[in-house]
């Protein structure tokens, strides 16, 4: 019962924060924000938590999980590397839409072991990911054959974090959402053949129409 309780409540706990990181940033949220939003006592919040930056963490980890499960099922149910990508795009605008454009810079300035955890998930699970498509789509004959998946994938990898990049894009001018799909579409069609091309506009114009 009491394992069941402490799941439950650090559940909440941890989607209530991560609800709040995306929408102020991490570093305005204190735990009393937290512990408020909740209709929680602090004493509470701290019998789960030892502290934010430990919240901020197991947020983090919890969310990319969840990320992780979603990247898996797209790669199942894709017919193909190109629409492989597509979803990749409709689930790269479901998530920017919603996160703080500050949330990169905070997590690299305020919490070290959090932004490791980013930085873990990126290079390896991201990386393994982005190759895989790439090689895919070469097989298909989607992608260009002289492509170097190694330096294409770092490249993919890059482009994630750019629209963060205050002094690119600042965020009163650029909505981040907007910015992650245009250089989503943008690496797409650098890698793409004739072939992938032409399957390409097919899938954008059957999404216009949508």
């Not at 699970?125 to 294409?152: C, H, P, Q, T, W």
Request: net charge neutral; with cysteine; glycine share 4%.
């Amino acid at each position: 019962m009491e394992t069941a309780e402490k799941t439950d409540t650090k559940a909440r706990i941890m989607q209530a924060a991560f609800g709040l990181f995306c929408q102020r940033g991490i570093k305005s949220v204190s735990m009393d924000d937290i512990a408020q939003h909740l209709a929680m006592s602090k004493k509470t919040l701290y019998k789960w938590f030892a502290n934010k930056d430990q919240v901020v963490y197991e947020a983090m980890e919890n969310y990319l999980g969840s990320i992780q499960q979603d990247c898996e099922v797209f790669v199942e149910k894709s017919g193909n590397a190109i629409e492989e990508i597509f979803q990749v795009m409709a689930l790269t605008k479901q998530v920017f839409s919603r996160i703080h454009p500050s949330i990169f810079h905070d997590l690299q300035k305020y919490h070290s072991t959090s932004w490791e955890l980013w930085q873990q998930h990126k290079n390896s699970f991201m990386l393994g990911k982005v190759k895989a498509n790439l090689r895919r789509g070469m097989a298909e004959g989607l992608f260009r054959k002289e492509l170097d998946v190694s330096v294409i994938a770092q490249v993919r990898l890059s482009l994630i974090e750019l629209p963060f990049n205050k002094s690119v894009f600042p965020p009163h001018e650029y909505d981040i959402s907007r910015v992650q799909l245009a250089v989503l579409e943008h690496y797409m069609l650098g890698i793409a053949t004739l072939k992938g091309h032409k399957l390409i506009n097919e899938l954008q114009h059957i999404k216009e129409e949508e």
